[in-house]
Nanobody, 121 residues
Framework: QVQLVESGGGLVQAGGSLRLSCAASGRILGINAMGWYRQAPGKQRELVATITSGGTTNYADSVKGRFTISRDNGKNTVYLQMNSLKPEDTAVYYC???????????????WGQGTLVTVSS
């Protein structure tokens, strides 16, 4: 079974930085797109950033210029570098992987368990 495990969340002051990591485990041959979503209390889950296997990126307007998504295909890992953090960035951040191919199966979509990011002011 394929699993995504996030790490790197925590408490940070406004203006600070955090780097989130998400590693996919399993007998993985390839992953199409990977991305980050976030959900604040009382709000719907929203897209933060995505990156294709070829390196094409997409960002929500609210994080453009502050966040950078990247991936290491050899390690099946996606990262989110978050700079100039604002209190409104506070949320649970979820890792997502699209179209994972393993030795025996193909998974349309897989979600991580989430990691909490809290930005204080």
């Amino acid at each position: 079974q394929v699993q995504l495990v996030e790490s790197g969340g925590g408490l940070v002051q406004a203006g600070g930085s955090l780097r989130l990591s998400c590693a996919a485990s399993g007998r993985i041959l390839g992953i199409n797109a990977m991305g980050w979503y976030r959900q604040a209390p009382g709000k719907q889950r929203e897209l933060v950033a995505t990156i294709t296997s070829g390196g094409t990126t997409n960002y929500a307007d609210s994080v453009k210029g502050r966040f950078t998504i990247s991936r290491d295909n050899g390690k099946n890992t996606v990262y989110l570098q978050m700079n100039s953090l604002k209190p409104e960035d506070t949320a649970v951040y979820y890792c997502n992987a699209d179209k994972i191919t393993t030795i025996n199966l193909r998974y349309p979509v897989v979600w991580g368990q989430g990691t909490l990011v809290t930005v204080s002011s």
